[in-house]
Protein backbone atom coordinates (compact mmCIF):
# COMPACT_ATOMS: atom_id res chain seq x y z
CA UNK A 1 0.00 0.00 0.00
CA UNK A 2 1.62 3.22 -1.13
CA UNK A 3 2.19 6.50 1.23
CA UNK A 4 -0.98 8.44 -0.51
CA UNK A 5 -3.51 5.72 0.26
CA UNK A 6 -2.24 5.68 4.11
CA UNK A 7 -2.58 8.95 4.74
CA UNK A 8 -6.02 9.11 2.84
CA UNK A 9 -6.69 5.93 5.35
CA UNK A 10 -5.53 7.50 8.56
CA UNK A 11 -7.61 10.96 7.36
CA UNK A 12 -10.70 8.40 6.96
CA UNK A 13 -10.31 7.03 10.55
CA UNK A 14 -9.75 10.46 12.38
CA UNK A 15 -12.70 11.91 10.92
CA UNK A 16 -14.76 9.31 11.68
CA UNK A 17 -13.75 8.70 15.31
CA UNK A 18 -14.39 12.78 15.58
CA UNK A 19 -17.71 12.40 14.10
CA UNK A 20 -18.67 9.74 16.64
CA UNK A 21 -17.15 11.70 19.36
CA UNK A 22 -19.24 14.74 18.74
CA UNK A 23 -22.46 12.31 18.60
CA UNK A 24 -21.23 11.62 21.42
CA UNK A 25 -21.27 14.88 22.73
CA UNK A 26 -24.94 15.60 21.59
CA UNK A 27 -26.25 13.12 23.20
CA UNK A 28 -24.59 13.62 26.55
CA UNK A 29 -26.93 14.99 29.50
CA UNK A 30 -25.93 18.98 30.41
CA UNK A 31 -26.86 21.50 32.69
CA UNK A 32 -28.53 24.47 31.70
CA UNK A 33 -28.77 27.85 33.57
CA UNK A 34 -32.39 29.39 33.70
CA UNK A 35 -31.77 32.33 36.43
CA UNK A 36 -29.11 33.31 38.77
CA UNK A 37 -31.22 35.77 40.72
CA UNK A 38 -32.59 35.54 44.27
CA UNK A 39 -36.68 34.79 44.57
CA UNK A 40 -37.52 38.08 43.60
CA UNK A 41 -35.66 38.30 40.60
CA UNK A 42 -33.59 42.07 39.99
CA UNK A 43 -33.99 44.42 39.71
CA UNK A 44 -36.62 43.93 42.83
CA UNK A 45 -39.90 45.37 43.18
CA UNK A 46 -39.76 48.51 44.55
CA UNK A 47 -35.57 49.01 44.17
CA UNK A 48 -35.19 52.32 42.39
CA UNK A 49 -31.34 52.76 43.95
CA UNK A 50 -28.40 52.97 41.25
CA UNK A 51 -27.89 49.20 41.28
CA UNK A 52 -31.18 48.58 40.33
CA UNK A 53 -32.02 51.55 37.99
CA UNK A 54 -29.38 50.44 35.61
CA UNK A 55 -31.69 46.86 35.28
CA UNK A 56 -34.86 48.96 34.85
CA UNK A 57 -33.53 51.49 32.39
CA UNK A 58 -31.86 48.56 30.35
CA UNK A 59 -33.69 45.40 30.10
CA UNK A 60 -30.71 43.33 28.60
CA UNK A 61 -29.50 43.91 32.53
CA UNK A 62 -32.35 41.93 33.67
CA UNK A 63 -31.61 38.45 35.57
CA UNK A 64 -34.21 35.67 35.95
CA UNK A 65 -34.73 33.83 39.60
CA UNK A 66 -32.70 31.28 40.06
CA UNK A 67 -33.24 27.75 38.33
CA UNK A 68 -31.38 25.34 36.19
CA UNK A 69 -32.38 22.72 33.79
CA UNK A 70 -31.14 19.30 32.90
CA UNK A 71 -31.12 18.17 29.06
CA UNK A 72 -31.09 14.74 28.16
CA UNK A 73 -31.22 14.60 24.58
CA UNK A 74 -30.82 11.02 24.50
CA UNK A 75 -33.67 10.43 25.90
CA UNK A 76 -35.76 13.16 24.62
CA UNK A 77 -36.16 14.75 27.75
CA UNK A 78 -35.72 17.85 29.72
CA UNK A 79 -36.08 18.51 33.90
CA UNK A 80 -36.68 21.88 35.30
CA UNK A 81 -34.99 22.68 39.04
CA UNK A 82 -37.34 24.98 40.88
CA UNK A 83 -40.26 26.95 39.46
CA UNK A 84 -39.64 30.20 40.00
CA UNK A 85 -42.11 33.38 39.29
CA UNK A 86 -39.82 33.65 36.20
CA UNK A 87 -41.04 30.17 34.85
CA UNK A 88 -43.08 30.73 31.73
CA UNK A 89 -39.59 32.50 30.57
CA UNK A 90 -37.50 29.94 31.72
CA UNK A 91 -39.47 27.62 29.85
CA UNK A 92 -39.70 29.24 26.54
CA UNK A 93 -35.51 29.41 26.80
CA UNK A 94 -35.55 25.59 27.60
CA UNK A 95 -37.65 25.17 24.52
CA UNK A 96 -35.23 27.31 22.51
CA UNK A 97 -32.81 25.09 23.87
CA UNK A 98 -34.67 21.62 23.59
CA UNK A 99 -37.31 22.00 21.62
CA UNK A 100 -40.90 20.79 23.01
CA UNK A 101 -41.35 18.64 19.86
CA UNK A 102 -38.34 16.71 20.68
CA UNK A 103 -37.64 16.86 24.04
CA UNK A 104 -40.99 16.01 26.62
CA UNK A 105 -40.63 18.00 30.41
CA UNK A 106 -40.13 15.26 32.29
CA UNK A 107 -40.76 17.00 35.49
CA UNK A 108 -40.03 19.27 37.73
CA UNK A 109 -38.29 19.24 40.82
CA UNK A 110 -38.59 21.76 43.76
CA UNK A 111 -36.09 22.28 46.47
CA UNK A 112 -39.04 24.67 49.10
CA UNK A 113 -41.73 26.61 50.18
CA UNK A 114 -39.95 30.04 49.64
CA UNK A 115 -41.99 32.30 46.67
CA UNK A 116 -39.00 32.21 44.65
CA UNK A 117 -38.78 28.15 44.15
CA UNK A 118 -42.33 26.81 43.90
CA UNK A 119 -45.04 29.39 42.76
CA UNK A 120 -44.36 29.02 39.10
CA UNK A 121 -46.45 25.95 39.50
CA UNK A 122 -49.58 28.51 38.54
CA UNK A 123 -48.31 28.63 35.16
CA UNK A 124 -49.00 24.59 34.82
CA UNK A 125 -52.72 25.65 36.03
CA UNK A 126 -56.24 26.03 34.41
CA UNK A 127 -55.65 29.83 34.01
CA UNK A 128 -52.70 29.27 32.18
CA UNK A 129 -51.60 25.93 30.03
CA UNK A 130 -53.79 23.28 31.68
CA UNK A 131 -50.86 20.89 32.21
CA UNK A 132 -51.75 16.98 32.31
CA UNK A 133 -49.84 15.57 35.02
CA UNK A 134 -46.68 17.11 34.82
CA UNK A 135 -44.46 15.15 37.60
CA UNK A 136 -43.41 17.30 40.12
CA UNK A 137 -41.03 15.63 42.53
CA UNK A 138 -41.55 16.69 45.85
CA UNK A 139 -40.14 15.98 49.93
CA UNK A 140 -42.59 14.86 52.18
CA UNK A 141 -43.72 18.36 53.94
CA UNK A 142 -43.60 19.74 50.39
CA UNK A 143 -46.10 17.55 49.03
CA UNK A 144 -48.49 18.13 52.19
CA UNK A 145 -47.94 22.00 51.65
CA UNK A 146 -48.97 21.68 47.53
CA UNK A 147 -51.77 18.91 48.67
CA UNK A 148 -53.60 20.88 51.34
CA UNK A 149 -53.56 24.65 50.79
CA UNK A 150 -54.96 26.28 47.63
CA UNK A 151 -54.78 27.54 45.04
CA UNK A 152 -51.71 24.75 44.54
CA UNK A 153 -54.41 22.23 45.97
CA UNK A 154 -55.95 22.84 42.74
CA UNK A 155 -53.50 21.62 40.38
CA UNK A 156 -53.26 18.65 42.07
CA UNK A 157 -57.31 17.85 41.91
CA UNK A 158 -57.31 18.49 38.41
CA UNK A 159 -54.40 16.69 37.40
CA UNK A 160 -52.29 19.76 36.34
CA UNK A 161 -49.66 18.12 38.38
CA UNK A 162 -48.76 15.22 39.77
CA UNK A 163 -46.64 15.08 43.01
CA UNK A 164 -44.06 12.46 43.13
CA UNK A 165 -42.58 12.06 46.41
CA UNK A 166 -38.72 11.79 46.78
CA UNK A 167 -36.69 11.24 50.49
CA UNK A 168 -33.68 12.78 51.76
CA UNK A 169 -30.52 10.62 50.62
CA UNK A 170 -32.55 8.38 48.49
CA UNK A 171 -31.49 8.22 44.60
CA UNK A 172 -34.24 9.15 41.69
CA UNK A 173 -33.25 7.33 38.94
CA UNK A 174 -34.59 9.33 35.64
CA UNK A 175 -32.67 7.33 32.87
CA UNK A 176 -29.86 5.28 32.22
CA UNK A 177 -28.22 8.78 32.02
CA UNK A 178 -29.08 10.66 34.58
CA UNK A 179 -30.18 10.33 38.42
CA UNK A 180 -30.55 12.49 41.12
CA UNK A 181 -29.57 12.84 45.25
CA UNK A 182 -32.02 15.03 47.37
CA UNK A 183 -29.96 16.24 49.92
CA UNK A 184 -31.75 17.94 52.51
CA UNK A 185 -30.06 21.06 54.26
CA UNK A 186 -31.09 23.83 56.92
CA UNK A 187 -33.18 26.73 55.98
CA UNK A 188 -35.81 28.78 56.95
CA UNK A 189 -38.20 25.98 56.70
CA UNK A 190 -41.41 27.59 57.90
CA UNK A 191 -43.59 25.82 55.30
CA UNK A 192 -41.75 22.74 54.10
CA UNK A 193 -38.48 21.15 54.53
CA UNK A 194 -35.46 22.56 52.05
CA UNK A 195 -33.15 20.19 49.84
CA UNK A 196 -30.19 20.46 47.26
CA UNK A 197 -29.71 18.07 45.01
CA UNK A 198 -26.88 16.20 43.48
CA UNK A 199 -27.24 15.91 39.41
CA UNK A 200 -25.50 12.37 38.49
CA UNK A 201 -24.24 12.11 34.65
CA UNK A 202 -22.78 9.58 32.80
CA UNK A 203 -19.57 11.62 33.06
CA UNK A 204 -19.66 14.31 35.36
CA UNK A 205 -21.72 14.98 38.35
CA UNK A 206 -23.28 18.17 39.73
CA UNK A 207 -24.71 19.91 43.58
CA UNK A 208 -27.60 22.23 43.13
CA UNK A 209 -27.67 24.25 46.73
CA UNK A 210 -28.67 27.64 46.15
CA UNK A 211 -30.45 28.23 49.35
CA UNK A 212 -28.84 27.11 52.66
CA UNK A 213 -28.90 29.03 56.23
CA UNK A 214 -25.08 28.43 57.02
CA UNK A 215 -22.96 25.80 55.87
CA UNK A 216 -22.10 25.53 59.92
CA UNK A 217 -25.55 24.66 60.44
CA UNK A 218 -25.23 21.41 58.25
CA UNK A 219 -23.83 18.11 59.65
CA UNK A 220 -22.26 17.80 56.54
CA UNK A 221 -19.29 19.06 55.74
CA UNK A 222 -19.91 20.78 51.91
CA UNK A 223 -15.81 21.42 51.08
CA UNK A 224 -16.32 17.27 51.07
CA UNK A 225 -19.06 17.36 48.82
CA UNK A 226 -17.39 19.37 46.58
CA UNK A 227 -14.33 17.17 46.23
CA UNK A 228 -16.61 14.44 45.04
CA UNK A 229 -18.44 16.26 42.57
CA UNK A 230 -17.36 18.43 38.79
CA UNK A 231 -19.66 21.38 39.82
CA UNK A 232 -20.71 22.95 42.21
CA UNK A 233 -23.55 25.74 41.89
CA UNK A 234 -23.81 27.26 45.68
CA UNK A 235 -25.75 29.85 47.40
CA UNK A 236 -24.36 33.49 46.72
CA UNK A 237 -27.09 35.06 47.92
CA UNK A 238 -25.26 37.98 49.71
CA UNK A 239 -21.76 38.98 48.84
CA UNK A 240 -20.75 40.14 52.21
CA UNK A 241 -22.64 41.29 55.70
CA UNK A 242 -24.11 44.75 55.64
CA UNK A 243 -25.50 44.50 52.40
CA UNK A 244 -28.91 45.67 53.02
CA UNK A 245 -29.32 48.91 55.05
CA UNK A 246 -31.68 48.68 58.04
CA UNK A 247 -32.57 45.61 57.52
CA UNK A 248 -31.40 42.88 60.18
CA UNK A 249 -29.59 40.20 57.83
CA UNK A 250 -29.63 37.50 60.38
CA UNK A 251 -33.34 36.79 59.95
CA UNK A 252 -32.43 36.14 56.35
CA UNK A 253 -29.62 34.15 57.05
CA UNK A 254 -27.91 32.69 54.01
CA UNK A 255 -23.66 31.87 53.91
CA UNK A 256 -22.45 35.12 52.53
CA UNK A 257 -20.21 34.93 49.55
CA UNK A 258 -17.18 36.21 51.26
CA UNK A 259 -17.78 33.53 54.63
CA UNK A 260 -17.89 31.00 51.77
CA UNK A 261 -14.44 31.95 50.27
CA UNK A 262 -12.66 31.82 53.46
CA UNK A 263 -14.49 28.27 54.37
CA UNK A 264 -13.10 26.94 51.23
CA UNK A 265 -10.11 28.89 51.11
CA UNK A 266 -7.97 25.07 51.48
CA UNK A 267 -9.09 23.62 48.36
CA UNK A 268 -7.36 22.99 45.53
CA UNK A 269 -7.34 25.35 42.96
CA UNK A 270 -9.29 22.53 40.69
CA UNK A 271 -11.74 21.87 43.50
CA UNK A 272 -12.01 25.98 43.76
CA UNK A 273 -13.03 26.00 39.83
CA UNK A 274 -15.87 23.52 40.86
CA UNK A 275 -17.78 26.00 42.55
CA UNK A 276 -20.44 28.68 41.02
CA UNK A 277 -22.16 30.79 42.91
CA UNK A 278 -26.11 31.35 42.06
CA UNK A 279 -29.18 32.82 43.49
CA UNK A 280 -27.82 36.34 44.19
CA UNK A 281 -29.84 38.84 46.09
CA UNK A 282 -30.28 42.14 43.73
CA UNK A 283 -28.15 44.39 46.47
CA UNK A 284 -25.23 41.39 45.45
CA UNK A 285 -22.38 43.07 42.96
CA UNK A 286 -22.15 39.83 41.57
CA UNK A 287 -24.89 40.71 39.20
CA UNK A 288 -22.87 43.88 37.74
CA UNK A 289 -20.39 42.44 34.90
CA UNK A 290 -16.95 43.75 35.66
CA UNK A 291 -17.49 44.73 39.41
CA UNK A 292 -14.83 44.48 41.83
CA UNK A 293 -16.44 41.51 43.24
CA UNK A 294 -16.76 39.43 40.04
CA UNK A 295 -12.63 40.07 39.53
CA UNK A 296 -12.00 39.51 43.10
CA UNK A 297 -14.09 35.75 42.45
CA UNK A 298 -12.21 35.25 39.73
CA UNK A 299 -8.78 35.90 41.26
CA UNK A 300 -9.36 33.23 43.80
CA UNK A 301 -10.47 30.45 41.43
CA UNK A 302 -14.04 30.72 41.81
CA UNK A 303 -16.88 31.43 39.49
CA UNK A 304 -20.29 32.71 39.66
CA UNK A 305 -23.22 31.90 37.37
CA UNK A 306 -24.50 33.02 34.45
CA UNK A 307 -27.73 32.68 32.68
CA UNK A 308 -27.36 30.52 29.43
CA UNK A 309 -24.11 28.41 30.83
CA UNK A 310 -24.03 24.84 29.81
CA UNK A 311 -22.26 22.06 32.06
CA UNK A 312 -21.80 18.69 30.66
CA UNK A 313 -22.35 15.97 32.57
Not at 125 to 152: H, Q, S
Amino acid sequence: MNLPVLVALLIGLISLAATAESAADEARPYILVLGVAQDAGYPQTNCYRPHCMRAWQNPALKRLTSSIAVIDSAHGSKYLFDATPDMRDQLYRLHLEAPDQSHSLGGVFLTHGHMGHYTGLMHFGREAVGAKEIRVFVMPRMRAYLRDNGPWSQLVTLKNIDLVPIHDGEIVTLSDNVSVLPLQVPHRDEYTETVGYKIIGPAKSALFIPDIDKWSKWDTDIRNLIRDVDYALLDGSFFADGELPGRDMSEIPHPYVQESIELFAELSASDKAKIIFIHFNHTNPLLIDGSDAQKQLRSLGFRFATEGMRLPL
